[in-house]
């Protein structure tokens, strides 16, 4: 299917797997890695071209994806990247002008088993040395909206099981947003939300006294969100800065 020359998509996609934040990336041709996307077809949208990155690469189409920036510098694909985009797309650009999105998925076995077949791999994001073009630019731009979307809005359920311990929930957010949490505090406000059910059960073959396992309430967030245009869920901006300083 004919695509569009000049314009493509590139996917941030983030994953936590217990301890550390980890990018979804290609690599090229035995050369570098870089970040999942495509140009676009001739007959899609930008969102579409997006998801349909998404779903090449994990399988999946129903997860959280928020488009990120434009990234347009006339410099922001060399010479040689150039020449690789070309023979690899069987076009003749001098330039390309990308939408960059990010996207977050629970990185469990069978999603790290569908990745690696398709030849890509699981980084941790402060591992990452270099990527090609301007993707390096466009993973610390999706890390800084990840970090100030997180202090906001719920989505850091997107990275956890359906079923999570407090101490996983506590652990992610130390993780990814570089703060040490107290643990009753905390606690005391993931209960009062009202959004965080208890699932039921425990876990189990754990070397510890078992934990309990929580559900975030999608529907209860979404019902309390119409009410308000503010959001009432957690101050993580009170939260994060009291822990900065």
Known sequence: MQTNQSISVDCVVFGFDGLSLRCLLVRRNGLDYKLPGSLI??????????YRVLEEMTGLRDVFLKELSVFS???RVGK???EWINAFYGVNTRRVVTVAYYALVKLDGNMRSYTEEKGAIWKEVSCIASLAMDHKQILHKALDMLHRD??????AFELLPRKFTIRELAGLYEKILGVEIDSRNFRKKIF???YILPAGDKEKGVPHKPAAYFVFDKNR??????KTSKLNFINWNEYYEKHRN
């Open 41 to 50: 077809l001739e007959n899609e949208d930008i969102p579409s071209a997006a």
């Open 73 to 75: 510098n006339p410099s």
């Open 80 to 82: 040689e990247d150039l």
């Open 150 to 155: 997180m202090t906001y809005s719920p989505i």
């Open 192 to 194: 009062s939300c009202g």
């Open 221 to 226: 967030y979404k019902k309390e969100e119409k």
